[in-house]
Structure formats: structure tokens, C-alpha cells
């Protein structure tokens, strides 16, 4: 053994004998741990960093310093990286029904592992003090230091390791200066600015080395600069890069890497695939090259480039070692929308259902199908997208998040239909605690709430017209209907049939006690079900499959026996939305057309009347029925009140006006004499007005003033805070500019949840055409078009003559034509130019310019000839006063200089400064075509932003372009609070430190001292 580490040495030192060493490593020593900090015992001792300026650096030292720094120190602390990194990837789960993170890992992951990382800096630190500075590793050992420090989230001192590498370990000649300056353009062939090095390494060096650590640490600067949200530091560091010849080819795919995430953090996903597309190849395995894969898919299907991403959908497929990932890859490759066309988006949904078909996919049947109905719902067809999320949650036993989604759309499709029973039970069967609702969560307890209401109301009506109709019927039918229906309760009651024999029972005469048994058999009993395993576990998961779970107790059919189970173990769609259990049987109903299913319904608070009756025997459901006139007069009151308290409910708490109308109507038709005092007129004038049907709406108006005289409804009609939207009460007025500030701030769930309150208290009394206009702009950001055209159509109607029904019914317009439109803009071919590409500015026509010709001078005598005037011109400008520079802080105001507008912005969310800035863009259009002002977003802070117009020659010009600016802005940006902007006039040097000291109270004063009494 010890021959053959002998035979090991002596081959290493020939090697290395003819190795020549380019890399000369810097003259510099180490002196941490100062001798008077050290212990007796070890003061008199040097660390082998201290050695070096002693000793000469051998070729036989090299050898064994490299050799010691690289196994003993080096090789440990690389595996506990790579360790720590493998366990942070380990911790990281990934949701493929969402965009992945940029890296497998994440750094929360890493720093967790704080002792493994100080480990790493521990090794690092002492293979470099305990060895000679000039052995090969120590740029290697410094990189894994600086590493450590990044993963653990110190970035400050990552930074600086990786900054120290890169000027104290650059390659310097024998002799050569310290001083020597880092990034120069002598040091690149074609002249540009050059801060990396070149690494000229032979096939051995190559072969038994790792390369040099410099270069590497510029990527690991970029990685830090990024993480820092440096980001336009990094961009420079990038952008330098990209165009040094000296960066080494091998380091040409990290540098993509960094790149493409770089534009990954700032959601620029089309760059970003298109560089992490040529960093593919850095991947460090096959796993992370598919989840790379998979991640490049994802952009560009984001990007609607989709035959690039079902390229690399099949990729990441064939190259995952995950099954998860396989599936997914499939999954979103089958529902590739390679177009718009319906014939596309029904292939994609039949390449789901022939995966659905496989055994491979039997577990991911619900995701197969809930995709499915995704895809059916954008054709559109609700009814094939309800017959699919039926599907996906028959096949879906424990997938609560795919649960919650397919009840939440085919609760919305109900809505939607307005289905209002099923919507509702869509809605309760969703199990809280889901994140994946959290967006949702307050739109979807309103709605739950106030359908339970709507839905008390429906079953009273039915319930209660049930009661009459079986009342009406012959006594002989009626008779029979009932006892059939107390049979039905008995039975799903768990209860025994009623003895029909009167205790006579048949004789059998088919008695086989005595046929001979089979001697070869080895009984029936492995035949009977609860004997077989096999047949108890597909039985148990059919049953999970078709009921849900069910706690194990009598009657647990029933509707009302499942309270007690979790409401998301309800997998089983209700009849009336087509689909449902295909296995299960139909809804039994009677003669008299009453689904006994739904007589379960929610309990109603009136006298519980909607509930199953407790006495379910024959005399029970026979007192119940209104065979009295006392009891059917009872009966049509509580009808009568439930039909106006639902057309109420349409009003107030869905702002369904047209269902409320019908509720209305249906009220009157059955009830004339049911007007509560002219509640239901008010009511329908003020549907009708909601509407647009001022004609209608006039006649129920005639109907309470001539009718209902100083009625309740009469002064609440006449009454100035009903009547009068102009003449409101302070409290209302405060609650809604309360309300449309947190829009313009950009705080929209709350400005939602606050408008939704208000609105119940005061209907639209209180709205404002700009409150309307932002609240629009917002859902068109969502992409919720059906919204924003709800609104601004509200807005069209009922301010017929404000400044924003204009663009309201510009933007109905472009809205209903934005499939069409982004169709267009997504089937045009841009081709990116490539970065080093340069592209020739096209030439321009010329077009003669006398003024421009060059005119020769007079002859000279001519001059000798002039008169000399009385007030020569160097005369004019001695005497010419110049102005004193007036000069606030560090802020200094020069009239002379050229200047820029700026529009301040105080707490404007950006969809509203990005609508400013394209309301000021067309002003500059129509108004200074022969100007070239240009318009540019910038901010001060997180709640002051700026837009900036430039540029000016002087003050003068700048102030005559604010003052036009100014006076336009309330049209302009009418939608805009007074409040919520000013402007201000500014040069380039005053902007600089603006945005550097943000003291914009300080400028202003600057401002007022210049022009008092303008600012």
C-alpha cells in the first residue's frame, strides 16, 4: 500500500515538473490571527500562510501544497456544499399547476442549514491559512467561502468575498505592481471594456485542476447583485460580460443562466426563456435539466409561443425521472392551445381524455377531467366543462385542492346560469382552509351567505306550493300519495315495512335440506364478500368513490346525516347540473311531481317550515297539509311574503335586476293585493332604473305618487338622499372617497369588500363616474371583462353626460373585441435580434434646407466702411445683470438650464400611473406634435411616483408646457383625485438628487422661492 501511494507521488511530481505554472498568485500575505490574540502555547508558531515569505515555492512544494489544500480541504468542504444544496432540493416541493421557481432549491432552504455552512467557511478558512498562498487551490477556496456566505443569505459578505477575488486574485506578472487597474479595454482584442481574464491552461492543467475561481466569481457577483435586488448593478455586470472576449466559453452557459434569471425576477418571461433556453446545458443532472425543461415550457406558454413550449413540455417528459413531472408535462401538453380556433382547443381536450383511458393515469383522473372542463369552458361549452368536473370529482378521493376547484367552477357555472339552489350547494361543498381559494375567499363567503338566504326563501315557495297542491287533490288519491310517502320515509328512515300477511304465512314446498353436498368443495365461504379481501377493498374504495366518507351510522344515506361528515367528502354533483354519479339512480320523486330529495333543504328561520317534518308517520304529514282556510290563508301569506322577500334579496344582495323584476311580477300576479305599501313599486322602479328603462321606470313612479301618497316608499322616492344622488349626508359622502382612495392606492380588496358594504347600505346613490372608471380599470387588469363592461355600461347609463362616457364606450368596445385583438397581436412574427447585432438606422431622404447653406462672408472692405453705433455690443453686455442662483439645501434653480415637468403622484397604485401615463402620452400627441417631448415613469420612493416630460430649453418653456399640462389634467385623467397629483418643473441635476435625498418638501420650498406664489 504504502508503495503504491509512493509509486502515486513520484508519477504526480514528473507531471507537474512540466507543467508551467501561468497563473502567478499575488505577493500578498495573511495575517489574521495576530500573535498577541494566540495562546502561549502557539505564539511562537507560524501559520502556513505565514511561512510563504521564508520559503522558496519549490516545484516539489507546489506538488504537496496542492495536494494537501486540495484533499484535505477543498475536496470536503465542495461535498458539503453540494450536500446542502441536495437537501434544500429535497425540502422544495414543486406545484406544477403553477409556475416554478427559477432554481430547484431555495435559499430559505439553504441558510436553514446554518451549521453545514459554517463548516464550509471553517474548512475554507483554514485550507487557506494553513497552506502556502501560492499552491493553486486558494481562489478555489475562496470561491467555496464566498458560496457559504450566499447560501446562508449573507449576502453583504458574500459580496465581498467574491469582490475580493476579483481584484486580489487577477493574474499579474512576475514583479508587477499591485496597483494594477481591474477592466480595461487594452486588455480585449477588439477594444471594449474587458473585466475578466484569460485562462490559458495546457491538456494537463485541464485534466488535474480545477479552473481558475476569478471568473467564476463575477457569475457569483451577478447571483448576489440579483439577490440583493441590485438589479441594474447586475445589469451592468451582465451586459459587461456578454461583450468581454476574455470570459472563457465554458463559463458562456452560466452566464445565460444568470441572465435569464435576471429577467425571471422582473417577470420578463420572453427574455427569459430565450436565455435560459441557451443555458439548458448547465443543467447538473437529468432531473434538473427536465425540471429546467419544464420551467421553459411554462414561460413560453405564458408567452403564447405554444409549439415551443409543447416541445419542451415533451422534453421535460422523456427526461424527468420524477412521475409527477411526467404527468404534468403531459397534462399541460395535451391542452396546448396551439390557436384560438375551437378545433384546436377540441383536440386538446380529446388527447386528455385518451390519456384518461390509460392505466398509467388511473390516479390523475381528476386532474385529467378537471383539465378537461378547463379547456370546455374556453370553447365555450359549460355543459361538456360540467359533465367533466363531475368526472373529476367522481374519480377524486383525496385531492382536496383539485376538490375545492371543480366544485368552485361548476358552483360559478350555476351563478352564473343563475341556478341559485345548486350554486349554493357548490359553494357549501367547498372545505375551508384551502390557500388556493385565499384570492377568492371574501367573494365567495358573500355569495354563500346571501344565497343561503335566496335559498330559504325558494324552498319555502316550494315547499309550501307542494302543500297545497297534494292539499287540492281527491281524498281517495290524496290518501294514497301520503301513505306512500310516509312509506318512503319509513324506508329511508332505516324503519321496517308494515306487516301486510295479518299473520298468516306461506308454507315453502321448495326445501333442499336433503340434495347431496359436493365432497370436492371447500365451502362457499371464501365466496361471501366479507370473507375476501380482495372483493371488502374494491368494494370499500367503490363506496368512497359513489358516497364520499361516511361516518358509520344508522340512516347515513340521508342528506341531513351527512352534517357531520366533512363537507368536501360531497363528491357527487346535484341531478339538475347533468352528469352527476353516473352509477348512482335517479331521484325518486311522486305522483305529484315533488323530488323528495329536495324536501331537505336549508332550515328556514320561519317557524322552521322548510325543514323534513319530525312526525313523518301518515297522521304527521297529514297535519301539515292546509286543509283548513284557516291553514291555506297561512299558507299563501307565508308565500306571498317569501316571493317579495326573495325579489328583495335578487335586489339587494346579487344586483340580479332582471331576476328581481320577475320576482316582482311573479309577486303581483299571485298576490295583486300584496303591495306592502308600495314597497314592491319602489322596488321595481328602482330594477327598472338600474336598467336603463326610464319609461317603466317613470310609470311605477306615477303609480307611488298617486297611489301611495306620503307612503313610506313615496318619501324615500321624493326624499333628496334617494331622489337626488347630488344631495347626499356627509357619512355616505366620506365612506365612498374613503373607498375610492384605497382603489387609486391600489388596495383592492379592500376598496371591493368596502364598496360591496356600501352599496348594500346606500345602492348607487353615492357612486361617481370615476369611481365606476377605476374600479373598471382594475377588473380589466384582472381580465375580468365581463365585470368592467357591467360598469362601464353603468356608467354610460346613468351619467349620460360625463366626461368618461366617451371612453367608456370606447373601452366596451375594444373590450368585446379583445379575443380578436389579442389574436392578432399574437399570430404577428417578431423576430428578436440577436444582442450583438447591429442594426444600420435607416436612411432618410434628404430634403434641401437653404437656411442650413453655408454663406460666405462679405468682403472686407466692406466692414471698414460701417458705422460704429453709439452702443456697441460689448458695451450692451457689460452692463447686462445676471440673475443670482437661488439655491435651497443641495438643490440649486438655474432658469437658464433646460428643465423637465414632472406629475407627482402621491400613494397611485401603477395600473393608474400607467392610464395617466397613456392619457398624457395622446395630450402630447394632439397638442405638441412639433415638440419631441418624451414621457418616462420613475419614483421617488414607494408612495411617490413621478412622470416625467422631457426636456425644455429653459424654465420658461417648461413652465408654459405646465400650465397647459395642469389645465388639461381634469379631463385628461378625470378619474384622478385633485388630491392625488401637482406638478412641478425640474432639471436633470435637481432630479438626480431628488431621487437620491427624497426630500421633496425641500424642492418645493426651492420652487416658492424661484416663483412665489406659483408652487
Not at 568 to 580: I, R
Request: aromatic share 10%.
Amino acid at each position: 500500500m504504502q508503495k503504491r501511494i509512493f509509486l502515486r507521488l513520484l508519477l504526480s511530481a514528473i507531471l507537474f515538473t512540466y507543467v508551467n505554472v501561468v497563473f502567478a498568485q499575488p505577493a500578498w500575505t495573511i495575517n489574521l490571527l495576530d500573535s498577541t490574540k494566540r495562546s502561549a502555547k502557539f505564539e511562537e508558531r507560524k501559520l502556513g500562510s505565514e511561512k510563504m515569505a521564508d520559503k522558496k515555492f519549490t516545484k516539489v512544494r507546489h506538488i504537496f501544497q496542492n495536494n494537501y489544500t486540495h484533499f484535505n480541504y477543498y475536496y470536503n468542504a465542495h461535498n458539503k456544499i453540494n450536500a446542502v444544496i441536495e437537501r434544500a432540493k429535497a425540502q422544495q416541493k414543486d406545484d406544477y399547476t403553477k409556475l416554478l421557481s427559477y432554481y430547484p432549491y431555495s435559499l430559505e432552504g439553504t441558510a436553514a442549514q446554518k451549521i453545514e455552512l459554517d463548516s464550509v467557511i471553517y474548512k475554507a478558512t483554514a485550507g487557506i491559512l494553513l497552506h502556502d498562498l501560492r499552491n493553486d487551490w486558494v481562489d478555489n477556496m475562496y470561491l467555496l467561502m464566498g458560496q457559504a456566505y450566499f447560501f446562508k443569505k449573507d449576502f453583504d459578505s458574500a459580496a465581498a468575498t467574491f469582490q475580493f477575488i476579483n481584484y486580489n486574485l487577477f493574474p499579474r506578472k512576475k514583479d508587477e505592481d499591485d496597483n494594477r487597474v481591474v477592466g480595461t479595454g487594452s486588455a480585449s482584442s477588439s477594444g471594449t471594456l474587458s473585466i475578466a481574464n484569460k485562462e490559458k491552461r495546457n491538456i494537463l492543467q485541464k485534466l488535474t485542476a480545477q479552473p481558475p475561481s476569478r471568473n467564476d466569481a463575477l457569475i457569483w457577483m451577478i447571483l448576489t447583485l440579483i439577490e440583493q435586488n441590485e438589479l441594474g448593478d447586475a445589469s451592468s455586470l451582465i451586459n459587461t460580460l456578454q461583450h468581454d472576449d476574455n470570459l472563457p466559453k465554458r463559463l458562456a452557459d452560466d452566464l445565460a443562466e444568470v441572465n435569464a434569471y435576471w429577467f425571471y425576477k422582473q417577470n420578463i418571461y420572453d427574455s427569459a426563456a430565450a436565455h435560459l433556453e441557451d443555458a439548458l446545458s448547465n443543467a447538473n443532472s437529468k432531473q434538473d435539466q427536465a425540471r429546467s425543461e419544464f420551467l421553459l415550457a411554462q414561460l413560453f406558454e405564458t408567452t403564447h409561443k405554444y409549439d415551443k413550449a409543447s416541445l419542451y413540455y415533451n422534453r421535460a417528459s422523456q427526461h424527468t425521472t420524477d412521475p409527477m413531472m411526467d404527468i404534468y408535462a403531459q397534462l399541460n401538453n395535451a391542452k396546448m392551445m396551439k390557436g384560438t380556433d375551437s378545433v384546436e382547443l377540441k383536440k386538446g381536450i380529446g388527447n386528455l381524455l385518451h390519456m384518461a383511458k390509460k392505466d398509467k393515469f388511473e390516479s390523475y383522473r381528476d386532474i385529467i377531467y378537471y383539465s378537461a372542463g378547463d379547456l370546455s369552458m374556453q370553447l365555450p361549452d359549460s355543459a361538456a366543462a360540467i359533465f367533466y368536473y363531475n368526472k373529476s370529482l367522481r374519480y377524486n378521493e383525496q385531492n382536496i385542492s383539485f376538490k375545492n376547484k371543480a366544485f368552485l367552477q361548476l358552483a360559478d357555472i350555476a351563478y352564473n346560469r343563475k341556478q341559485y339552489k345548486t350554486a349554493y350547494a357548490m359553494y357549501d361543498s367547498l372545505q375551508a382552509g384551502d390557500t388556493a381559494l385565499r384570492s377568492r375567499f371574501d367573494e365567495i363567503d358573500e355569495r354563500k351567505n346571501a344565497l343561503a338566504k335566496i335559498v330559504e326563501k325558494i324552498n319555502i315557495v316550494e315547499r309550501e306550493d307542494s302543500l297545497q297542491k297534494i292539499a287540492a287533490m281527491p281524498l281517495a288519491e290524496r290518501t294514497a300519495f301520503v301513505k306512500k310517502m310516509a312509506k318512503q320515509y319509513r324506508k329511508l328512515n332505516g324503519g321496517k315495512e308494515e306487516e301486510t300477511d295479518n299473520g298468516f304465512t306461506p308454507i315453502a314446498f321448495d326445501n333442499n335440506k336433503n340434495q347431496p353436498s359436493d365432497l370436492f368443495s371447500n365451502g362457499s365461504k371464501g365466496d361471501w364478500y366479507f370473507d375476501n379481501a380482495a372483493m371488502k377493498s374494491k368494494g370499500s374504495a367503490d363506496f368512497k368513490r359513489k358516497w364520499g366518507t361516511r361516518t358509520n351510522t344508522d340512516n347515513w344515506r340521508r342528506k341531513n346525516a351527512t352534517s357531520s361528515v366533512q363537507k368536501s367528502d360531497v363528491n357527487t354533483a346535484p341531478a339538475d347540473m347533468g352528469g352527476g354519479d353516473m352509477d348512482a339512480a335517479p331521484s325518486k320523486t311522486d305522483s305529484a311531481g315533488v323530488t323528495l330529495k329536495d324536501k331537505t333543504g336549508v332550515k328556514s328561520s320561519a317557524d322552521d317550515k322548510t325543514a323534513q317534518p319530525q312526525d313523518q308517520t301518515f297522521e304527521g304529514l297529514m297535519a301539515n297539509l292546509p286543509l283548513t282556510p284557516e291553514k291555506l290563508t297561512e299558507s299563501n301569506h307565508l308565500v306571498a311574503l317569501s316571493l317579495f322577500d326573495l325579489a328583495k334579496l335578487y335586489q339587494s344582495s346579487l344586483e340580479d335586476y332582471p331576476q328581481a323584476i320577475r320576482g316582482y311580477d311573479e309577486s303581483l300576479r299571485r298576490f295583486p293585493d300584496s303591495l306592502y305599501n308600495g314597497d314592491i313599486y319602489l322596488g321595481l322602479y328602482y330594477c327598472y332604473t338600474k336598467l336603463g328603462d326610464t319609461e317603466k321606470a317613470a310609470y311605477y313612479k306615477n303609480l307611488i305618487n298617486t297611489k301611495f301618497a306620503s307612503s313610506p316608499s313615496e318619501k324615500i322616492l321624493n326624499s333628496p338622499a334617494g331622489g337626488d344622488a347630488a344631495k347626499k349626508n356627509v357619512a355616505g359622502t366620506k365612506q365612498y372617497e374613503a373607498i375610492y382612495n384605497l382603489f387609486i392606492e391600489g388596495k383592492f380588496d379592500e376598496a371591493l369588500a368596502e364598496k360591496k358594504k356600501a352599496d348594500s347600505v346606500y345602492g348607487n346613490n353615492y357612486w361617481s363616474p370615476q369611481l365606476l372608471y377605476i374600479e373598471a380599470v382594475y377588473h380589466i387588469k384582472q381580465h375580468e371583462d365581463t365585470a368592467a363592461i357591467v360598469i362601464l355600461n353603468n356608467i354610460i347609463s346613468l351619467y349620460p353626460k360625463a366626461p368618461l362616457k366617451a371612453k367608456a364606450v370606447k373601452m366596451v368596445d375594444v373590450l368585446k373585441r379583445r379575443k380578436e385583438i389579442e389574436s392578432y397581436l399574437t399570430a404577428l412574427q417578431v423576430t428578436r435580434a440577436k444582442e450583438d447585432e447591429v442594426i444600420p438606422a435607416p436612411k432618410e431622404k434628404l430634403i434641401r434646407n437653404d437656411s442650413n447653406l453655408i454663406v460666405s462672408p462679405k468682403p472686407f472692405y466692406d466692414s471698414s466702411k460701417a458705422v460704429v453705433t453709439s452702443k456697441p455690443a460689448v458695451a450692451k453686455d457689460s452692463v447686462k445683470t445676471v440673475a443670482p442662483l437661488i439655491t435651497n439645501g443641495p438643490f440649486t434653480f438655474n432658469t437658464a438650464n433646460p428643465q423637465n415637468v414632472i406629475m407627482v403622484l402621491d400613494k397611485v397604485d401603477g395600473t393608474y400611473i400607467n392610464e395617466s401615463k397613456n392619457a398624457f402620452t395622446r395630450f402630447v400627441g394632439e397638442n405638441f406634435r412639433d415638440q419631441n417631448i418624451t414621457i418616462a415613469k420613475t419614483a421617488i420612493d414607494k408612495d411617490i411616483s413621478l412622470l416625467v416630460f422631457s426636456s425644455f430649453a429653459n424654465a420658461d418653456a417648461a413652465l408654459q408646457f405646465l400650465y397647459r399640462a395642469k389645465k388639461a389634467a381634469p379631463d385628461e385623467v378625470s378619474w384622478l383625485p385633485a388630491a392625488k397629483y401637482s406638478f412641478l418643473i425640474i432639471s436633470d441635476a435637481n432630479l438626480g438628487l431628488l431621487q437620491n435625498n427624497k426630500n421633496l418638501k425641500e424642492y418645493k420650498d426651492l420652487l416658492s422661492k424661484q416663483f412665489p406664489g406659483k408652487f
